[in-house]
């Protein structure tokens, strides 16, 4: 009797356990999870796709890619991708965009994104550079021409810089802290940018130049006036320049001064002068002034001082130059300052000269 309720209760549990595990096999599956190409194996009593990512606590975001979709029903077997979105800023050519990308290599993201460079192109890392779950900053230079203006000639060259700065270091090209470039260095350039180049070039010379000499006069009451006497011979100095020259494409522009010494000190000139006051000078004798006195008639209504300021002095009206050139000097420094018959004595010789009274063709008619 014992042994029959022993055999009863095992028979009992044994269809228990049989029966429990046919529920539970029925209820759990096996799938297989790929996360960022990782794989393994997920056992989940969940009905689906979200279900089994719960399961291994994977919080999935608008931006990530999962395959099937969420609410997909889950199948003993199912293979599940999922890929995490991950941040890509791209700086083509000094121009900056921001990205997110599913694609987990630089080359499958470019091409996921549209973005499409040439072969020539420089990027900042590999293209085939993997892009982990905090993302990437790549840089990418893309060739362009640009064109060197130097000596008014324009030469193309291609370059993948960015800047101006970088487009003269790729070509090579020498230039100093002194060059004009235009325009700035830290300029970004695109293909047909001009970049102009203007050569400066700093020259010293030394030169000795003379340093004129001064002249003193000293006043002599011993002398009569107009007389000079040299006392001492005026003498030039020297002094030694140095300029600095600045060139421009190879022509001078600028000449500045830097310094200067003196190398011989120049020597003043002394001149004594007269003042004392010449005797006047007896009137010459002079014959019949009829003529003369109906000329002065015409010329300044008879006035031997006139000095109207009109450039003509005197009774006959005489240029300065004219009352000089023919002696007047002895007289007087102009004609109205002398007396009516030295100036008459004076016209005579311009008579003389002229052949008549042509120095007055209007009122030299009157004689």
């Known amino acids: 009797m014992r042994k029959s309720i022993i055999a009863a209760v095992a028979v009992t ?18 799938v297989t999870l790929s996360v960022d190409g990782q794989v393994q194996k997920v056992h989940t009593f969940g009905s689906t796709v979200a279900d089994a990512l ?26 599940i991708a999922v890929q995490f979105a991950r941040p890509l800023t791209v700086n083509a050519d000094g121009q900056k965009k921001s990205f997110w990308t599913t694609q987990d290599s630089v080359s499958e993201a470019l091409t996921d994104l549209g973005l499409r460079y040439d072969s020539s192109a420089q990027f900042s890392t590999s293209r085939s550079a993997a ?47 002194d060059d004009r470039i235009t325009p700035a260095l ?19 010379r030394t030169k000795v130049l003379p340093i004129p000499f001064e002249k003193t006069e000293t006043k ?62 007896p009137d010459p004798e002079i014959g019949s002034t009829g003529a003369w006195d109906r000329i002065a008639e015409c010329e300044s209504g008879g006035n031997w001082k006139a000095n109207t300021g009109n450039g003509y002095y005197g009774g006959l009206q005489f240029s300065h130059s ?38 007055w063709p209007h009122c030299g008619k009157r004689a």
């Open 54 to 79: 719960k399961a291994k606590n994977i919080t999935i975001s608008d931006r990530d890619s999962v395959a099937p979709a969420l609410d997909a029903k889950l199948q003993e077997g199912q293979e």
């Open 322 to 359: 004219t009352w000089l050139n023919y002696g007047g000097g002895k007289y007087a420094n102009n004609a109205h300052q002398a007396s009516k018959a030295q100036q008459i004595a004076i016209a005579e010789k311009v008579r003389a000269a002229e052949g008549g009274y042509r120095a």
């Open 186 to 204: 830290t300029t970004a350039i695109k293909s047909g940018s001009r970049i102009i180049i203007a050569k400066v070039d700093h020259k010293r």
């Open 220 to 281: 002599s009451a011993t002398m009569l006036e107009g007389e000079k006497k040299t006392t001492r011979e005026g003498v030039a100095g020297k002094r030694e320049v140095q300029y600095v020259l600045s060139f421009l494409n190879g022509k001078l522009v600028a000449t500045k001064e830097l310094k200067s010494k003196v190398l011989v000190k120049p020597v003043t000139e002394l001149v004594t002068v007269g003042t004392k006051p010449k005797p006047d000078e």
């Open 13 to 30: 549990a044994a269809i228990a356990v049989a029966g429990g595990s046919v529920a539970y096999a029925t209820k759990s599956k096996t």
């Open 131 to 177: 892009i982990g779950r905090e993302g990437l900053e790549l840089t990418v230079r893309t060739p362009k021409t640009v064109y060197f203006v130097r000596y008014g000639k324009a030469l193309p060259f291609k370059t993948t810089g960015a800047t101006v700065a970088e487009a003269i270091d790729h070509a090579n090209v020498k230039v100093d802290g």
